[in-house]
């Protein structure tokens, strides 16, 4: 259908195969709308639909095929074959795409997004004449965490959605404009909404760039809504008070009882003269309002505590510490032909970042290298170990690489932020220095750090959260958890294991847990462990509420309300307001003497001089950027030279943390998902030795 005319050519000549540089004259004149044109494109499009079925009324692709559209304007009102139409078996390629190989008109588009985008080269075209054909080469599934792209560049009802066939025909559907919650770029997406339910999710082209029309979405960022109807989710709110169940109980009742539970452990911590703390755990994915709430509920009464789920060490002193900077930029890779990536599967743990790695890789002269696990990014990358020891040797000019970093040209870096739960986690930064002093020719910053969750570097924007350790357990009143799934954070699962193993043992007279969320991670444990009370707190999920988020490029990202809540739900800073509303007509004994004092956290030297410089420095030595330049009137200087303390660095290999990207990450939407469960099935299936049961039900369903 790419047929055009050249003026002085016997016959039509294909667009897409014609360079107009090299093989073109000057002078060429091009015809795209004359009479052998039109001619030349009916009779292609007849041997389009020459074994094309008439089943169009009954095709998911009803409004937005491409096929109907041309064979509007270029076909023709009868056939001139007779014979029978052919018929090609359907092909089994997974959970994700159904396959109606019928109506296939080998366009080939599939083949090559799998072997040029993908980089899984599983499809291809097998067979000549009338009986080539599309699938795989041998009998396997579309592996690949990509494929359901594949459906949205059919132009044909060929390859479809198998999990929500038949849901409705694209002017039946109501379409909004939203954010992927499953990966830290949060990347925008297009919601289609159906009688107040998610039908499908497609991605949408953002920026103004034309190298970032990236539309390309993973199987996750598809289809992790069906999470949002999972049997998994209750909408229930209860108390369990002694394994007893109270049902039918308002949400008045709820806070009730919660503000009456801490106004008492307040007046037992004053007989015995100590201030036990009440623990808030929120999720990295908690959106900006949620953390904002916190942290005044914090200022006002000092013995809630606030930890976050991950282990970060790193300081958030200036945003280039806590972000992407500049790798993603398209001027920045062009100019770029070193990459170096560092204890980072980009593959699994941002698909957006490998697609735009693998692109400049295939521009040419780029060379990546990788420290840590082999893994298979789907370009060729040079891996040089897997031990940080190995960074430090080359930073010191002792490996073979360092030539190549010394003569490479805008140098960039990627880590990962689950380095930085290593106890050697606080020699990386100044490793890092070191690398960014030495070898960098510009001044541009070398570091990139890749957050997996949607709003991690929006927390390290407010404030310096710690993690939750043994010390807070030992003196906590209570746990309250916020969005926050057991299964997937690592920190919440090992406490857990130790109160069962009774190692860190929790008494039963003063302990209550207040969980937060939209399904009970904790409900199956809370009989096993001697807790008074156990209050859940049923939430609206991601589409179901508005927030505000910072994504790991530093980039302001805003979702609203989409599908309406449950009844008996409510949104995270509607439930925390309420309970801020009602503590504040209470006088707690261990909050008189913060009453009329405003604190100010010291603990870090950089904030602490920043505070007395501007209380020393006269309004003319004030400027914007330059303060800290600025040498009369100030009795502190910003940056002095400091005792670096030595860090022991461990020779512990660096392992993959993500090993099944569909029930993994930092998300806590997809290991209830039907549809990654099933991925994960099938990924098990292909790489496991040993298969469980459960693998087993799931691939047999």
């Not at 830290?184 to 499908?200: A, E, P, Q, S």
């Not at 090992?494 to 008494?507: R, W």
């Not at 609203?560 to 995270?572: A, F, Q």
């Amino acid at each position: 259908m790419c047929l055009v005319e050249l003026k002085k050519s016997p016959k039509p000549i294909v667009a897409c195969a014609m360079n107009a540089k090299t093989t073109l004259s000057p002078n060429s004149e091009i015809f795209t709308n004359s009479p052998l044109v039109k001619k030349a494109r009916e009779n292609i499009m007849e041997f389009l639909l020459l074994n094309h079925p008439l089943d169009c009324p009954i095709c998911d692709q009803g409004g937005e095929c491409d096929l109907q559209d041309q064979s509007l304007f270029f076909t023709f009102t009868k056939k001139r074959f007779y014979s029978y139409k052919r018929i090609v078996t359907n092909k089994n390629l997974g959970p994700i795409v159904k396959t109606v190989m019928t109506r296939c008109i080998h366009c080939t588009r599939c083949v090559r997004f799998a072997t040029e985008i993908a980089g899984v080269e599983e499809l291809g075209t097998f067979g000549r004449g009338i009986n080539t054909e599309i699938g795989t080469y041998v009998d396997k599934v579309f592996q690949s965490e990509l494929s359901g792209n594949i459906i949205d560049i059919c132009p044909v009802g060929a390859l479809t959605s198998k999990p929500y066939p038949f849901t409705g025909r694209d002017w039946e559907l109501k379409k909004t404009c939203s954010i992927d919650p499953s990966d830290g770029f949060g990347l925008n997406t297009l919601v289609f909404l159906k009688n107040n339910i998610i039908v499908k999710i497609l991605g949408r082209y953002y920026y103004k760039n034309s190298d970032n029309l990236s539309q390309w979405i993973t199987d996750k960022t598809r289809f992790i809504f069906d999470s949002l109807f999972s049997s998994n989710r209750n909408t229930n709110k209860f108390i369990i008070k002694n394994t007893d169940q109270i049902n039918n109980i308002t949400w008045d009742g709820i806070f009730k009882n919660l503000i009456l539970i801490i106004y008492l452990f307040d007046h037992l911590e004053r007989h015995a003269m100590g201030l036990n703390e009440f623990i808030i755990m929120f999720d990295e994915s908690s959106s900006l309002e949620v953390i904002g709430i916190l942290m005044m509920l914090n200022k006002k009464y000092p013995f809630f505590r606030l930890r976050r789920s991950a282990k970060i060490k790193i300081s958030n002193d200036f945003e280039s510490n806590v972000q992407i900077n500049n790798i993603t930029d398209h001027h920045t890779l062009t100019r770029s032909n070193l990459c170096f990536l560092i204890g980072t599967n980009t593959r699994y743990e941002s698909p957006y970042l490998n697609l735009k790695l693998k692109k400049r890789f295939l521009k040419g002269n780029f060379q990546i290298f990788t420290l840590g696990s082999v893994t298979n990014l789907t370009f060729p990358s040079i891996s040089i170990g897997s031990n940080l020891n190995k960074f430090k040797v080359i930073v010191e000019g002792n490996s073979f690489m360092t030539f190549s970093i010394k003569n490479s040209r805008n140098l960039l870096t990627v880590l990962n932020t689950e380095m930085l739960y290593r106890q050697d986690s606080g020699v990386i930064s100044n490793i890092f220095n070191i690398l960014n002093n030495v070898y960098s020719k510009t001044n541009q910053v070398i570091f990139n750090l890749l957050n997996t969750s949607l709003n991690s570097v929006g927390i390290s924007y407010l404030n310096m959260f710690e993690c939750l350790s043994n010390k807070d357990l030992n003196n906590a009143t209570g746990l309250f958890f916020i969005n926050n799934n057991r299964k997937m954070s690592s920190i919440t699962t090992k406490f857990i294991e130790s109160f069962m193993l009774n190692y860190l043992p929790l008494s039963n007279i003063d302990k209550i847990i207040i969980e937060q969320n939209s399904t009970n991670s904790f409900l199956d444990v809370i009989p096993k462990l001697n807790i008074l009370n156990y209050i859940y707190l049923p939430n609206n999920t991601f589409f179901e509420s508005s927030g505000n988020y910072i994504n790991t490029e530093g980039v302001y990202k805003h979702t609203i309300k989409l599908i309406s809540s449950k009844e008996d739900t409510k949104d995270d800073w509607q439930m925390l307001r309420k309970l801020t509303t009602m503590l504040t007509p209470l006088i707690f004994t261990s909050n008189t003497s913060y009453d009329k004092k405003i604190s100010y956290n010291s603990s870090n030297i950089f904030n602490f001089k920043n505070f007395m410089s501007f209380f020393y420095l006269t309004t003319r030595s004030l400027s914007k950027l330059s303060f800290h330049l600025r040498d009369h009137n100030q009795i502190f200087y910003l940056m002095t030279e400091q005792k670096i303390k030595k860090v022991k660095i461990y020779l512990s290999q660096l392992k993959k943390w993500l090993e099944d990207f569909y029930v993994g990450g930092s998300d806590n939407y997809s290991i209830h998902s039907l549809t990654m469960q099933n991925c994960s099935a099938i990924l098990r299936l292909n790489t496991a030795t040993f298969l469980s049961a459960e693998t087993l039900i799931l691939v047999n369903k």
